[in-house]
């Protein structure tokens, strides 16, 4: 779920991956008129609002959602005015990336203060691509520089 906590609204927004022949991606990104039930996240996700340092989000796939709304969070309360915002993806394939449009707004409702680093992990040749490569923790440790001056925060699968 990519929405903040601190806004009230009756539209909630996720993400999810469609997997082919999976079992439930087919039906909830098929769905029309049909009743789900859903069980809304149990977890925690928001920013420091009182840390004077930089942050960093690092996002497996659809562990982007997460990420999204402690940006977006960050952004509410004005924190990108003084704060850097770097956001790294990972993703296995280019055909993989989703949410450029979410993220663009987010990148100019900052003003600047925001950066997105895709990363593809599966080998290949993706002659176009021009973003990074290898898992997005590895890209992280060779860009994002010293960690203990940022706030970092992880959305993703636990591996």
């Known amino acids: 779920m990519a929405n903040t906590g601190n806004t009230l609204t009756s539209t909630l927004e996720f993400y999810i991956r469609r997997v082919p022949g999976g079992v439930s991606s087919p039906i909830l990104l098929g769905a029309r008129d049909i009743p789900l039930r859903l069980v809304v996240p149990v977890g925690h996700a928001f920013i420091d609002a009182t840390a004077q340092r930089d942050i960093l989000c690092v996002a497996g796939g659809t562990g982007l959602a997460p990420i999204l709304s402690i940006a977006r969070d960050a952004l509410s309360r004005g924190l990108l005015r003084k704060q850097r915002l770097d956001i790294f993806i990972g993703v296995r394939t280019p055909a993989d990336i989703f949410a450029t449009a979410s993220l663009q ?4 409702a900052a003003g600047g203060a ?12 993706f002659a176009d691509w021009k973003g990074e490569r290898g898992y997005v923790h590895e890209v992280v440790a060779r860009s994002a520089g010293d960690l203990s001056a940022r706030q970092v925060y992880m959305g993703g699968r636990p591996p």
């Open 105 to 108: 707004e987010l990148i100019e």
């Open 114 to 125: 925001v950066r997105v680093t895709w990363a593809i992990s599966e080998a290949g040749e």
